[in-house]
């Protein structure tokens, strides 16, 4: 396997040292959660939840702005990328000045609709909405020029600072509130700006031609369009069992949610050196079914034993990683944990397509995500009846995604012949 390889080599490429430093990155946030689960407790890690699940929203919805940047960085010559950053900054900065002020205007109502003890944690979060925009698309740049050094920083600056000042503010002045993660929250925002490139900066020169603007605009949607599903799918769950239940029962939930996708975690490793291979192989003109099987027989086998450890000792995982404050939602852990794999190995398939730019294997993951999230509305009677609606929601597009490919794999096959 490439990560193996990556850990035996005597030297470090760039992108290689990028992937160990989104492994890290990926297990200080995961620390942080477990962290918070363990000092505040199931009822007030419920209002760390919304705050922890909204803040991966907008990573998501920034993913848009980053993911543009990056891809346009290469493709554009000098003369017309710098109108393209320009252009992208000053969108960016308004969606964020947008969205930043609606949560703040909306923060009682956010409240009510999820039941948290105070509406300030939503103001403090909404003012650093922008700066999230601005530096999604600095790190989109990075990753444009492959300056990995820079991106590694800025993703260590944002997860280091949050970890640092949230346990700071706990353990210092026992300030246990929501009100203290949203201003870990913030200030990881201004400390992951850095290092910042203020020369492409510019509110007055963002000319891009017609053709290019077109182009843009197509991958744009396309990219806010799946982004959008992830949304939908790893995060409705959260918050619309902080808003059915109480904030004891949704504390639960959050813990078994955390627990439950690791293997959603350690897919993305995985997802990350599928997407590569498959463009390159796509250019060489070479199969790229066999890396797929590859991949989905890695993150089957991975989801397999997170399922059997899960439901062999559920009492152990979750005493160790949260304490026996959460025991009760233990015979649940399996469940949800099957959930996370079934979707980890769909999500292998939507991203072979995206790769490929067929893009109905995505619309199908977005309408199942649509799916999901229904039956979680109409069917909430307890924990476990919203845990089989996901079981049922991801089978089914797991389900789906195998005839969709099989059916593609044989139209190939009889173009080929």
Request: glycine share 6%.
């Amino acid at each position: 396997m490439q990560v193996i390889s990556i850990l035996k080599g005597k030297k470090l490429e760039p992108k290689q040292l990028f992937m160990l430093s989104v492994l890290a990155v990926n297990g200080g946030n995961y620390f942080y959660n477990l962290i918070l689960g363990r000092l505040l407790g199931p009822a007030q890690f419920a209002d760390a939840a919304v705050l922890i699940t909204l803040l991966l929203v907008l990573s998501f919805v920034a993913m848009t702005f980053q993911l543009v940047t990056a891809k346009f960085s290469v493709e554009l010559e000098t003369d017309v990328f710098s109108g393209f950053i320009a252009r992208i900054y000053k969108n960016a900065t308004w969606v964020g000045v947008i969205l930043g002020v609606l949560t703040v205007l909306f923060s009682k109502q956010l409240q009510q609709l999820f039941h948290t003890t105070s509406s300030s944690m939503f103001v403090v979060f909404g003012l650093g909405v922008p700066l999230y925009f601005v530096m999604s698309v600095n790190r989109g740049v990075f990753q444009g020029k492959q300056d990995f050094k820079a991106l590694s920083l800025t993703y260590q600056g944002e997860m280091l600072s949050r970890l640092v000042i949230t346990l700071g503010l706990i353990f210092l002045f026992n300030l246990q509130s929501s009100i203290t993660i949203a201003i870990g929250i913030f200030v990881s925002f201004i400390i992951g700006l850095f290092p910042f490139k203020t020369e492409h900066i510019s509110f007055k020169k963002t000319f891009v031609n017609n053709e290019h603007s077109k182009q843009i605009r197509r991958f744009f949607i396309l990219t806010a369009f799946y982004e959008l599903t992830q949304i939908i799918i790893n995060n409705s769950d959260i918050l619309l069992v902080k808003h059915y239940f109480e904030s004891y029962e949704a504390g639960l939930y959050a813990s078994l949610a955390l627990i439950g996708r690791i293997v959603y975690f350690i897919a993305w490793m995985f997802v990350m050196l599928l997407l590569p291979t498959v463009v390159q192989l796509k250019k060489e003109g070479k199969q790229t079914a066999p890396i797929l099987f590859k991949y989905v027989g890695y993150i089957a086998a991975i989801a397999f034993g997170i399922v059997c450890v899960t439901a062999l000792f559920p009492e152990t995982a979750i005493t160790l990683l949260f304490g026996k404050s959460y025991l009760s939602v233990a015979p649940l852990l399996w469940k949800y944990a099957l959930a996370t794999g079934l979707f980890a190995v769909s999500n292998i398939f939507a991203y072979y397509y995206l790769s490929l730019a067929q893009y109905i294997p995505v619309v199908i993951s977005g309408l199942f995500g649509l799916l999901q999230m229904f039956l979680v509305v109409w069917f909430h009677e307890s924990l476990e009846q919203v845990v089989h609606m996901q079981i049922i929601a991801m089978a089914l597009l797991l389900g789906i995604q195998l005839v969709w490919f099989v059916l593609d794999y044989k139209v190939l096959s009889v173009r080929k012949g």
